[in-house]
Each structure stands twice: as structure tokens, then as C-alpha cells.
């Protein structure tokens, strides 16, 4: 309401300035109009045209007031509480909005592509690079990084122990036939756990049996049929410390180098998409891989713990 105010507040003073121009339009339209006095009123004709002036560039001032733009990002970062952490840091020094859209790495870079998010904020590097370089984005700036960990029930019913072999701790899944839930969404973490399969040598396409269930849902939803089910399941570490819900499960395999899980950000392709606001994603990436952005994001931590570790200046990360 407040922004609908200002806008029509706007237009009045650009009709006010325009008042000498609008008189001598209406004196060709119609000769009974004079300036001044109520006989220098607009004649209904002229109050229809101005009407329908002010409906015609309302649009246009309402965007040129539009400080906001939409992040097509990951189930982790909103799920974590990092963005309730560092957008209003962002915002007080730019004002400018960011309204997320929350959803699986592929399933974000499929809303990037259609155009409706200025900028994409993801977790699957080959996805990323696939995407800028068939021309949907402009250039990927690597973020920042945490890891994945393979959580499971405390009985153990594959045996894992307390191995860092992912591969060795999923043959041990496969073998036992130990119930393992995958979020099966073409998330990030999603891409990251069949690369992790094929790493072990399991075609899971072809050896996958009842004991492995694709729920297709994001990272809260397999990691609460996973404490319901007592199954496995590969969770980003940001997401399982921020879970509240965690019954049973424990962490049975972490710190192993193939769990290192990259984050990168890319501005949708303006060339493509010429409704992107390109100046304002761009004052967002620039802010991400800044010192203060970078240092924003070190500073955030849940009782105590890091979540994610800022790496913008790292080569290729």
C-alpha cells in the first residue's frame, strides 16, 4: 500500500510538471478549456486520457521502486537458517530484498533457466557448469563449501562402525540389503549420493531392491522417513545440525574427501531472460564473494558449530 502511494505520488508531480503541455492538448481537444478557475477544469475527455496515463506508467515507476530479486537456491542454505542469518545483513547495507525460492539443486537451476529467479545459489558443480555453459548463466563464483555425512541408526544393521570409506560403508548397505532412503529429487546432495555409488562400484539403477526407497522430497523430509524407518541416508552436515527430529540417528561415516560438498553462485543469463534484474543480482553475488559477505558467512554457527567455510578465493573451487 505504502510503495502504491508513493508511486501515485510520483505520477502527480510528473502530471503537475506537465500542466502548461496538458492545458494546450486540451484547448485542441476541446476550446471550452482555459487555465484557471472552474472553467479551466479538465473536461471529462481529458480526465479519462490522464486516467488512462496513469494506469499506462504505473507499471514502469512500481519497477523502477522494485528493490528485490529472487534467489533460486537449495533446501540446505534455507533449511540451515543461513539466509534468515545473512539476508538481512545484506539488506542493511543495500536495501535490497531477496525472496528465495527453496528447492533441489536441479530443480532451481530448471526455475534459472525458465527465467524466474534473477540468480541461482547451488550445490552440484557439474550441473552449475552445464548451465552457464549452455547459456543460462553468466559465470559461476565458487561460495563456499561444508560436507555431506552418512547418517544411520545406532544399531548399525549394515555394520558400518565408524569407517571415513564411503564406498566401503555403502557396498556394506547394498550387501546387508540395510534400508537406505534417497531423496531422489535431483538435489545437490541427490547428484552428490549416486556419484558416491558409482564410486563403490553399484550400478544403483540396476541393484537397487526394496531396501533402498526415493522419496523425491528435500533433505528434512529423508532425514525424518529415515529416523521414522531407522535407514541411512546422506545429509548434508548443515542441514543434519540445524535437525531437530533426530531420534536414533547418528553420524556412521564422515570425513571422508570424497563428502566435500562445494557451493557456487551464477546471475541468470540477462541476454536470455531480459526480465533479469541484472545490477541488483549481480550487487548480491559481488556481496557473497566479498570480504564482508565472506566473513558473514564464517560467522555463522549453530550452538557453537560452523556450518559453512567460505572459499570465494580458492582457483577452481
Do not use: C
Request: charged content about 20%; aromatic content about 8%; overall charge positive.
Amino acid at each position: 500500500m505504502q510503495k502504491r502511494l508513493s508511486t501515485l505520488h510520483a505520477l502527480s508531480l510528473v502530471i503537475a510538471g506537465l500542466d502548461p503541455a496538458i492545458h494546450r492538448f486540451a484547448k485542441k481537444m476541446d476550446p471550452r478549456v482555459k487555465p484557471g478557475g472552474d472553467k479551466g477544469k479538465l473536461t471529462r475527455r481529458m480526465f479519462s486520457f490522464l486516467a488512462a496515463a496513469v494506469l499506462l506508467l504505473a507499471p514502469v515507476f512500481a519497477h523502477a521502486q522494485d528493490k528485490s530479486i529472487v534467489v533460486a537456491s537449495t533446501t540446505s542454505t534455507q533449511d540451515s537458517g543461513l539466509f534468515g542469518y545473512l539476508l538481512p545483513i545484506f539488506k542493511a547495507k543495500t536495501g535490497i530484498d531477496v525472496k528465495v525460492v527453496a528447492q533441489g539443486t536441479g530443480q532451481a537451476i530448471d526455475t534459472a533457466n525458465r527465467g524466474d529467479a534473477d540468480v541461482a545459489f547451488v550445490h552440484a558443480k557439474s550441473l552449475e557448469e552445464k548451465f552457464v555453459a549452455e547459456g543460462g548463466g553468466v559465470k559461476r563464483f565458487p561460495v563456499m563449501y561444508n560436507d555431506f555425512v552418512l547418517v544411520g541408526p545406532k544399531s548399525d544393521p549394515a555394520g558400518i562402525g565408524r569407517t571415513k570409506d564411503i564406498a566401503a560403508a555403502l557396498t556394506a548397505i547394498k550387501a546387508k540389503g540395510a534400508p537406505f532412503v534417497s531423496r531422489g529429487d535431483r538435489s545437490g546432495t541427490h547428484v552428490a549420493e549416486l556419484g558416491l555409488w558409482k564410486a563403490a562400484g553399484v550400478d544403483i539403477e540396476k541393484d537397487k531392491g526394496p531396501w533402498y526407497k526415493e522419496i523425491g522430497q528435500g533433505m528434512g523430509a529423508a532425514l525424518n522417513t529415515s529416523s521414522g524407518l531407522g535407514a541411512y541416508t546422506l545429509s548434508d552436515r548443515s542441514t543434519w545440525i540445524s535437525f531437530k527430529n533426530k531420534g536414533d540417528l547418528v553420524i556412521a561415516v564422515e570425513g571422508d574427501k570424497r563428502l566435500f560438498n562445494q557451493y557456487g553462485v551464477i546471475l541468470v543469463n540477462p541476454a536470455k531472460h531480459p526480465n533479469v534484474k541484472k545490477e541488483l543480482g549481480q550487487q548480491f553475488i559481488d556481496w557473497l564473494i566479498s570480504p564482508e559477505g565472506q566473513k558473514a558467512i564464517a560467522d555463522y554457527k549453530i550452538e557453537g558449530q560452523q556450518l559453512f567455510f567460505p572459499n570465494a578465493t580458492v582457483p577452481g573451487a
